[in-house]
């Protein structure tokens, strides 16, 4: 094994079925190919002989069946060879979709319970791997040929776009290790807090609406049918977090539910579906591999994605400042009391409405919020809209009425309603 911390090229190699891990440095980033051999980054297929960069901090692993020998450039926080891994079991998982997959294209699709590809549910605790998992099963399905959905429920670290959303995208080609998922268009449902407890049902009638809108699409695509999905899910598996997940397994109708690392739960959801034999509940190991995240490490983790939302992953996008008139905007937040008072009987204190639109005033209290843009063209339509896209408060002059926000260079704004939540960045 090459020695960590090290500068200068190394060389490793990598004995069959091993796995090597590692953390960049936090100062410079790394860049390592494959020499010989073959190797994969979860799930995408490294291209022999290319340098590849690897920016500071990112964890990720190099796996290889076969065997392989990696070359390395620049400075780890960590790098170590592990023999053990649960891959093997994560790609006869992959294999098991495949025949759901090539099942699903030979049947005729007139049928959509037959023509259906599987819908496949990743839960388990938090930091048990279960994005990784995801994007290996997605970025295994489209070497096949598949393109598969991904869907991302979790508000807390989403893959898709920035935290506080959900969101669903095709995977058309394997996962680009650093860039990530290239987005044209994604479907994405605004919760706008990165904690479900915030408005539980909130999430429930987006998760819901998601899902809707999925199978809508689906029902005249029978190449995305048959390739199905892969839906990540939040890290909250007790009380209120189990009952999301459960609903979220109901609403996309998952028949494949993946629980990593964790026995109770497993056992808890083997329960309760027992009684739907469409449904198979599947236990696997969690990866050694997966680097543990505080608290602070994922607010962390949240700040670099709406930066790179505006800014871009390398500081290569330069996001528009705009300034716009208070009048060119209405703001939305949605829950809050009910809504009139003098229709109570006397006494009575007003209940939490979670699913009411409540008007924003534009104050300086929106400083530092991300807001969305929503598709709605009615206020009546914002809950059940996807967004366009986000904006971000960088000023609000309130003697002059006008608001001064960033907005990535493509921005557009297909109608007047912002949506207001409580996910604040503050730059740098
Ligand atoms: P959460 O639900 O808490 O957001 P998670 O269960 O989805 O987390 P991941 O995001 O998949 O966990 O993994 C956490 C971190 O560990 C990521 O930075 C990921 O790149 C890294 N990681 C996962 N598997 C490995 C591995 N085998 N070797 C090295 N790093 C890994």
Redesign the pocket.
């Known amino acids: 094994v090459a020695s960590a911390s090290a500068s200068g090229v190394r060389q490793v190699k990598l004995d069959k079925q091993c796995?090597l891990?590692i953390v960049v440095g936090r100062e410079s980033s790394l860049r390592l190919r494959l020499h010989t051999g073959t190797a994969e980054i979860f799930g995408t297929e490294i291209p022999p002989e290319k340098w590849l960069t690897f920016p500071p901090r990112i964890?990720?692993?190099v796996f290889s069946i076969y065997g392989a020998t990696i070359e390395m450039d620049g400075f780890t926080e960590t790098d170590y060879i592990a023999d053990e891994?649960p891959m093997i079991s994560y790609i006869n998982v992959h294999a098991i979709l495949e025949e759901q997959r090539n099942r699903a294209q030979a049947s005729s699709s007139a049928d959509s319970n037959s023509s259906q590809g599987p819908r496949v549910i990743v839960a388990?605790p938090?930091?048990?791997?279960?994005?990784?998992l995801s994007k290996m099963l997605l970025s295994w399905a489209a070497k096949q040929g598949w393109k598969p959905t991904f869907v991302d429920l979790?508000i807390?670290?989403g893959s898709i776009t920035i935290p506080g959303c959900i969101a669903a995208t095709p995977v058309k080609v394997p996962i680009d290790p650093v860039e990530g998922i290239p987005l044209e268009m994604p479907l994405v449902y605004f919760y706008g807090h990165t904690t479900p407890s915030v408005n539980a049902n909130l999430y429930k009638v987006l998760v819901k609406e998601l899902a809707q809108t999925l199978d809508r699409q689906f029902a005249g695509n029978s190449e995305s049918r048959a390739a199905g999905m892969v839906i990540?899910t939040?890290?909250w598996i007790e009380g209120v977090g189990y009952k999301l997940l459960l609903h979220a397994i109901d609403s996309f109708k998952a028949n494949v539910v993946l629980v990593l690392g964790q026995e109770k739960l497993c056992s808890m959801l083997r329960n309760v579906l027992k009684n739907r034999p469409s449904v198979d509940v599947v236990k696997l190991e969690k990866?050694g591999?997966?680097?543990l995240?505080n608290a602070k490490v994922r607010q962390k983790a949240r700040s670099y994605r709406i930066k790179e939302y505006f800014y871009g992953l390398a500081n290569d996008l330069k996001p528009h400042s705009n300034v716009s008139k208070f009048s060119d905007f209405v703001l939305y937040r949605i829950g809050g009391l009910q809504a009139s008072r003098s229709a109570l009987p006397i006494g009575a204190k007003p209940a939490a409405d979670h699913m009411r639109l409540v008007p924003v005033n534009i104050n300086r209290d929106l400083l530092h919020l991300v807001l969305a843009v929503s598709f709605a063209t009615e206020p009546d339509q914002i809950i059940s809209s996807n967004v366009a896209g986000f904006i971000y408060i960088t000023d609000i002059n309130v003697q002059r009425k006008t608001i001064t926000y960033l907005a990535p260079s493509a921005g557009v704004f297909p109608g007047k309603y912002l949506i207001v939540g409580t996910l604040t960045w503050l730059e740098n």
Do not use: I, L, P, Y
């Open positions: 796995e891990r964890k990720f692993a891994t388990g938090t930091d048990s791997g279960k994005s990784t979790d807390g670290q990540n939040m890290g990866s591999g997966v680097v995240r």
